[in-house]
């Protein structure tokens, strides 16, 4: 997938879940700093940080990663 596109669906799906950035970062363990770079699509996300964002957004990887 697209690091762009990945980076919006992040932030859709944040917002959609009511979150900050601030608190998906708690909640993930992963730094304000990298989650940022992450939704702006300045950084590549490890799938170790993918399965701590998800897991903090209560969605599976297949829904991130989803096309539809």
Not at 32 to 39: K, M, S, T, Y
Not at 54 to 65: H, N, P, T, W, Y
Request: no cysteine; charged share 30%; glycine share 8%.
């Amino acid at each position: 997938m697209e690091n762009l596109q990945l980076a919006q669906r992040i932030r859709a799906y944040r917002k959609l879940k009511g979150f900050t950035q601030q608190q998906l970062a708690e909640r993930s363990g992963v730094s304000l700093a990298v989650l940022g770079a992450i939704e702006r699509g300045n950084r590549r996300a490890e799938e170790q940080i993918l399965i701590k964002i998800v897991d903090a957004l209560g969605i599976s990887m297949s829904e991130l990663k989803s096309s539809e």
